[in-house]
C-alpha cells in the first residue's frame, strides 16, 4: 500500500480528521499544515499502529520541518500496540542522533499490591455410563489455600455409592487431570450444572444398601455434596427438556444399535440373576422336544421374554430409564443429537411398554448370555427324527439358534 492510499484508509477511520486528509492529496508537508497537531499525532499514530512502513515513510517526511520533528519526538508510546511501539522507538532513537531532544515518557506508576493469582477454578463434570452401569461424578470447588479442591464420586443406580475420594491440588495441575477427562476416547466426561451433579449423587446415595456402609470420607462432605434447592434436575431431564421426541419407531432401532455397538447400556443385573436366567435357558434347550430350529428360537425367545418381565418389573424398568436418559445428557453435551434422541425414546419405552414388548431389552438379556449360550454349541438338526428333511421345514434360514437381536 502506498503512502497515499494509506492517508485514505486513515481518513475512513478517523472520521474527525477526514476533511483535513483528503484535501492535503497524500503530501505529507501538507497534511502537516492542515492538521491540528493533536490531529497529526492522531494520524501519525494510526499509520504506526495499522500500516508500519507508511507512518515511517510519513514521520520521515515530517522530521524534516521543525515542527513536524518536535511532534514526532513528543509520539507518546503507550498510545500504540507493541509491534507500533517498536518503530515509534526507532524514530525517536534517530532524533536522539540528530541532536533533537525527545521527551521521556515516565513509567507507568505502580500500586504495591497482591501478587497475581491464578483464575479459580470451578465446575462439575460426569461420565457417561460405562457397560456396567456406574460413571465418574467430579465436582471441584477453590481451596481457601489458594488452590483447588476435588471430589471425585463412583456411583451406581443399584449399588449406590461405590467409592470416594477428595484431593487437594494445584489449578494447573487439575486443569490437566481435566482436560485428560474431557478428551480421552472412550467414555469421555462432560460439563454439568453443579446442582444437577449433586442430585445425580443424592439419588445413588438413597439406594445405597442399607447393609453395606458408605465409603469411607464421604460423610464429612456428605451435605457439601447432595444438598441443592428443590428446583434441581437430573442430567437426564435436562436432555429430555431440551430434546423433543416425536413417536417415530426408528429411534427404538436405533437405540438397539447403540447397545449392539456398546454405545449404550447394557447395564446387566447381578451376575446370580443372569446366571439363572441361562439355566432356565439350558433346562429350556435341553429338553428332547425341541428338535426345529424355529421351535428352538421360540422358546429362547420365550424364556428372554420371561426373564425380561422378572428383571426389568417395578423398580428394574425406572433404573433402565433413567440411565437411557443421563446417556442422552451425554451424547446431547457431545453433540450427538441423534444418539441423544434415540436414549430418550429407550427411556420412554421402558416407562410405557411391558418389558417383554420392548425390544431394548432382548437386546440387554441377549448381549451379556450370548458367550455363554455360545457355548452349548445347539445347532440345527438335518432332519427330523426318521431323517426327513421337511420336519426343519424345506428352503428355511433357521440353521442355528444363535442370532443376532
Not at 37 to 65: C, F, K, M, N, Y
Not at 260 to 289: C, H, T, V, Y
Not at 311 to 333: D, L, Q, V
Request: proline residues 6%.
Amino acid at each position: 500500500m502506498s503512502l497515499p492510499e494509506a492517508l485514505e484508509a486513515a481518513a475512513g477511520a478517523l472520521d474527525d480528521d477526514a476533511d483535513a486528509i483528503r484535501p492535503a492529496n497524500g503530501d505529507p508537508l501538507r497534511l502537516l499544515e492542515l492538521l491540528e497537531p493533536e490531529a497529526s499525532q492522531r494520524v501519525l499514530l494510526w499509520l504506526l499502529d495499522h500500516h508500519p512502513d507508511d507512518g515511517i515513510e510519513l514521520a520521515e517526511e515530517w522530521e524534516t520541518d521543525p515542527a513536524g520533528a518536535e511532534l514526532v519526538a513528543e509520539l507518546p508510546e503507550k498510545e500504540l500496540g507493541k509491534a507500533g511501539r517498536k518503530v515509534l522507538r526507532r524514530l525517536k532513537h534517530r532524533l536522539r542522533s540528530r541532536g533533537i531532544e525527545v521527551a521521556r515518557e515516565a513509567p507507568a506508576a505502580k500500586v504495591a499490591g497482591l501478587a497475581d493469582v491464578e483464575e479459580g477454578l470451578e465446575g462439575a463434570w460426569i461420565t457417561p455410563l460405562d457397560p456396567s452401569g456406574a460413571r465418574m461424578a467430579i465436582l471441584v470447588e477453590d481451596h481457601p489455600s489458594m488452590g483447588s479442591r476435588l471430589f471425585e464420586v463412583i456411583l451406581d443406580d443399584e449399588r449406590g455409592l461405590v467409592s470416594f475420594e477428595v484431593y487437594s491440588a494445584s489449578r494447573g495441575k487439575l486443569r490437566r487431570f481435566l482436560k485428560s477427562l474431557t478428551e480421552r476416547s472412550g467414555h469421555p466426561a462432560v460439563e454439568v450444572e453443579e446442582r444437577s451433579l449433586k442430585a445425580v449423587i443424592a439419588r445413588a446415595l438413597a439406594v445405597h444398601p442399607k447393609d453395606r456402609g458408605l465409603p469411607r470420607g464421604f460423610g464429612e462432605w456428605r451435605t457439601r455434596l447432595t444438598q441443592t434447592d428443590g428446583d434441581a434436575k437430573l442430567p437426564g431431564e435436562l436432555a429430555r427438556e431440551a430434546l423433543p421426541i416425536d413417536d417415530d419407531a426408528g429411534l427404538l432401532d436405533r437405540a438397539v444399535g447403540l447397545i449392539e455397538a456398546g454405545r449404550a447400556g447394557p447395564w446387566p443385573p447381578s451376575r446370580e440373576i443372569l446366571s439363572e436366567l441361562f439355566q432356565k435357558i439350558r433346562a429350556a434347550m435341553d429338553s428332547p422336544l425341541i428338535v426345529s430350529g424355529a421351535t428352538k428360537r421360540e422358546r429362547l425367545d420365550s424364556v428372554l421374554a420371561e426373564g425380561a418381565d422378572e428383571i426389568y418389573a417395578g423398580e428394574g424398568r425406572a433404573t433402565a430409564a433413567h440411565r437411557f436418559r443421563e446417556s442422552a445428557f451425554t451424547f446431547w453435551k457431545r453433540g450427538d443429537e441423534d444418539a441423544a434422541r434415540a436414549c430418550l425414546a429407550a427411556a420412554t419405552a421402558f416407562e410405557e411398554r411391558e418389558p417383554r414388548d420392548n425390544p431394548l431389552t432382548r437386546s440387554m438379556l441377549w448381549l451379556p448370555l450370548a458367550p455363554a449360550i455360545a457355548e452349548l454349541e445347539i445347532e440345527e438338526p438335518d432332519g427330523d427324527a426318521d431323517g426327513s428333511e421337511a420336519a426343519a421345514g424345506e428352503g428355511s434360514d433357521d440353521e442355528s439358534l444363535i442370532v443376532t437381536p
